[in-house]
């Protein structure tokens, strides 16, 4: 696939008219798997603190030549961050060097806030200046029902309540909730936006015994979904065929973490999510104008398509966005910070998306009209 997803002549059935009459631009950021922690020394902080500067420092800086739209970068809604927001949200016991998934968690929080600090509680530039939208990944913990392993889901969910009891603070309309409070949608401008965590499924085949043979699967709540297809399905079914959607969520449809492949060696195919998982997930969105698949995951910066047009007819965008800190303790703190720019732009119906590396413009990017 080329880097700029020049769509390799693939027929994008999908591509109905997927913007509705708004005289706004909707940009948002995109910075997946901030792996929290502070054990064996890794700079993780540090790394995260980097990418929040980046990031507050984007306004009003010029999109890339090669954009032939031209422009520059404005009104940015928020930061979303699809899953891995620390590294270990199962480790309830501090020691040594590792503060533990408390320790971990608090680490994020204080960075990063579910409403836009107040100018004048912003002392420094090291606080992310937009509302963030988190969702959560295999390393966030245990189910949320799970009150010995799930302090960063059950986090979540606090913020996910917060975010309801006062939307106009996030700047979102039409925001609504899964029953366990975990899963979330809002729109912006007319664009319908669904977060989900860590992938689009029931109580997870892997996690509930339905996994193919091989290892790795379990009774563990990180593996568990949590119903967050049940609540596509029941959100989308108020959500008119013709609006525009993007779907948040950790795992991708492709490479690492993909559905039906096993990460290692003798472990079972379905560990991420199994392809009946992933089919299912089609079945429900097939019939909705979906114009983006938003995920992290895999750390590295990829534009592709996921290609199920012999089950449902459709063939569907996705992004897989780059790790903000870009790795772990393996990349020193010369490795500048990764994240997606979109703009969606309702008068002139355009969309597109781009890499952001440090204080420059990445070689990726995806336009169309």
Same mark, same amino acid.
């Given at each position: 696939?080329?880097?700029?997803?020049?769509?390799?002549?693939?027929?994008?059935?999908?591509?109905?008219?997927?913007?509705?009459?708004?005289?706004?631009?909707?940009?948002f950021?995109?910075?997946?798997?901030?792996?929290?922690?502070?054990?064996?020394?890794?700079?993780?902080?540090?790394?995260?603190?980097?990418?929040?500067?980046?990031?507050?420092?984007?306004?009003?800086?010029?999109?890339?030549?090669?954009s032939?739209?031209?422009?520059?970068?404005?009104?940015?809604?928020?930061?979303?961050?699809?899953?891995?927001?620390?590294?270990?949200?199962? !480790?309830?016991?501090?020691?040594?060097?590792?503060?533990?998934?408390?320790?971990?968690?608090?680490?994020?929080?204080?960075?990063?806030?579910?409403?836009?600090?107040?100018?004048?509680?912003?002392?420094?530039?090291?606080?992310?200046?937009?509302?963030?939208?988190?969702?959560?990944?295999?390393?966030d913990?245990? !189910?949320?029902?799970?009150?010995?392993?799930?302090?960063?889901?059950?986090?979540?969910?606090?913020?996910?309540?917060?975010?309801?009891?006062?939307?106009?603070?996030?700047?979102?309309?039409?925001?609504? %909730?899964?029953?366990?409070?975990?899963?979330?949608?809002?729109?912006?401008?007319g664009?319908?936006?669904? %977060?989900?965590?860590?992938?689009?499924?029931?109580?997870?085949?892997?996690?509930?015994?339905?996994?193919?043979?091989?290892?790795?699967?379990?009774?563990?709540?990180?593996?568990?979904?949590?119903?967050?297809?049940?609540?596509?399905?029941?959100?989308?079914?108020?959500?008119?065929?013709?609006?525009?959607?993007?779907?948040?969520?950790?795992?991708?449809?492709?490479?690492?973490?993909?559905?039906?492949?096993?990460?290692?060696?003798?472990?079972?195919?379905d560990?991420?999510?199994?392809?009946?998982?992933?089919l299912?997930?089609?079945?429900?969105?097939?019939r909705?104008?979906?114009?983006?698949?938003?995920?992290?995951?895999t750390?590295a910066?990829?534009?592709?398509?996921?290609?199920?047009?012999?089950?449902?007819?459709?063939?569907?965008?996705?992004?897989?966005?780059p790790?903000?800190?870009?790795?772990?303790?393996?990349?020193?703190?010369?490795?500048?910070?990764?994240?997606?720019?979109?703009?969606?732009?309702?008068?002139?119906?355009?969309?597109?998306?781009?890499?952001?590396?440090?204080?420059?413009?990445?070689?990726? %990017?995806?336009?169309?009209?």
């Amino acid at each position: 696939m080329p880097k700029s997803l020049a769509l390799a002549g693939l027929p994008l059935t999908f591509l109905r008219c997927f913007l509705v009459a708004s005289a706004e631009k909707v940009t948002f950021l995109v910075s997946p798997d901030l792996h929290f922690t502070i054990a064996a020394g890794v700079e993780d902080v540090a790394k995260n603190v980097r990418g929040i500067i980046d990031m507050n420092a984007l306004p009003g800086k010029a999109y890339p030549s090669t954009s032939k739209w031209g422009g520059s970068v404005e009104n940015i809604r928020g930061v979303v961050i699809p899953g891995d927001l620390v590294d270990d949200g199962c !480790n309830m016991q501090p020691s040594g060097s590792d503060i533990g998934c408390q320790g971990q968690w608090d680490n994020y929080t204080k960075y990063f806030k579910t409403f836009a600090p107040d100018k004048k509680d912003q002392t420094e530039d090291t606080m992310c200046a937009y509302p963030v939208l988190e969702g959560v990944g295999n390393h966030d913990g245990g !189910n949320s029902s799970d009150r010995s392993h799930s302090v960063v889901r059950r986090g979540v969910v606090a913020r996910n309540e917060a975010r309801a009891a006062e939307p106009e603070r996030s700047g979102v309309t039409n925001y609504s %909730m899964s029953d366990n409070h975990l899963h979330y949608s809002w729109d912006w401008s007319g664009i319908h936006l669904i %977060m989900v965590g860590p992938y689009p499924g029931t109580v997870g085949d892997c996690a509930s015994g339905k996994a193919q043979p091989g290892g790795g699967c379990g009774n563990w709540g990180w593996q568990s979904p949590e119903h967050s297809l049940e609540f596509i399905q029941s959100d989308l079914e108020k959500v008119d065929l013709a609006r525009p959607v993007v779907i948040f969520m950790h795992y991708g449809t492709e490479g690492f973490g993909a559905p039906g492949t096993a990460p290692w060696a003798g472990y079972s195919p379905d560990f991420w999510w199994s392809q009946r998982e992933a089919l299912a997930f089609a079945d429900v969105i097939k019939r909705h104008n979906i114009i983006a698949i938003i995920h992290g995951h895999t750390h590295a910066c990829k534009f592709y398509q996921w290609d199920v047009r012999k089950e449902t007819g459709r063939v569907y965008d996705v992004y897989n966005a780059p790790s903000l800190q870009k790795g772990g303790p393996s990349d020193p703190m010369s490795t500048p910070s990764e994240y997606l720019v979109f703009e969606l732009d309702a008068t002139a119906k355009r969309f597109r998306a781009f890499q952001r590396v440090g204080s420059a413009w990445g070689p990726t %990017m995806h336009a169309r009209s």
